[in-house]
Structures are given as structure tokens and as C-alpha cells.
Nanobody
Framework: QVQLVESGGGLVQAGGSLRLSCEVS????????MGWFRQAPRKEREFVAH????????YYADSVKGRFTISRDNATTTAWLQMNSLKPEDTAVYYC????????????WGQGAQVTVSS
């Protein structure tokens, strides 16, 4: 049973920073591409970023490019999302997700972490 547990959410002022963590257990972490998604109130869940199994490639939504950084450590089975220059529109519940290395579906999801950015 693969489990993903997010931590690090909270309340921050616009322009501030937060770092989200996603600890993974129950499977071979390095077998998965890791991703971050977010869902704001009354909106669809949207892609934020993902990082390939080796950490060699990263991809970002245009809305966060240059402000957010995704990273991972296969030794500690943890992925992170460093969020800088936060804006009120970044307010959302953030979810980490895991996709098998050669898969197309995001198979496993965390419980979500609330990020609130005040203006």
C-alpha cells in the first residue's frame, strides 16, 4: 500500500515562501514520477509541477514557473515543493501524487495540505 503524506502548508503573506514536503512509503520511491497539484475553492484541480523518477527532469505550470521548485531525494523517499514569491491566487489545497515510471495515470495521492496566501 503506497502512502503519501504532505506537510508544510500554512498561512503566509503575499511575497513570502513555504516549502511543502511529501513523504512516501510502501513502495519503491524511485519507481515513480512525483507531482504536485492544487485545487482552489470552486475550481478544478490543476497541475503544478512534476519531477521524473531520477530527478533529471522537471516540468512546471506556467503560473508557477520561476517561483516554485520541485525536488526529490530517493534516499529519503521525499519530494518537496519550494514556493517563493507567493501570491493570493496560489491559495489552494496542494496535493502530492505519484505516477508509475512508465505509466500515464497518477495512481496515488496524498491527503492535501492547505496553503493560504494573504494579501
Amino acid at each position: 500500500q503506497v502512502q503519501l503524506v504532505e506537510s508544510g502548508g500554512g498561512l503566509v503573506q503575499a511575497g513570502g515562501s513555504l516549502r511543502l514536503s511529501c513523504e512516501v512509503s510502501g513502495s519503491t520511491f524511485s519507481s515513480y514520477t512525483m507531482g504536485w497539484f492544487r485545487q482552489a475553492p470552486r475550481k478544478e484541480r490543476e497541475f503544478v509541477a512534476h519531477i521524473t523518477w531520477s530527478g533529471g527532469s522537471t516540468y512546471y505550470a506556467d503560473s508557477v514557473k520561476g517561483r516554485f521548485t520541485i525536488s526529490r531525494d530517493n534516499a529519503t523517499t521525499t519530494a518537496w515543493l519550494q514556493m517563493n514569491s507567493l501570491k493570493p491566487e496560489d491559495t489552494a489545497v496542494y496535493y502530492c501524487a505519484a505516477r508509475p515510471r512508465f505509466g500515464v495515470q497518477w495512481s496515488y495521492w496524498g491527503q492535501g495540505a492547505q496553503v493560504t496566501v494573504s494579501s
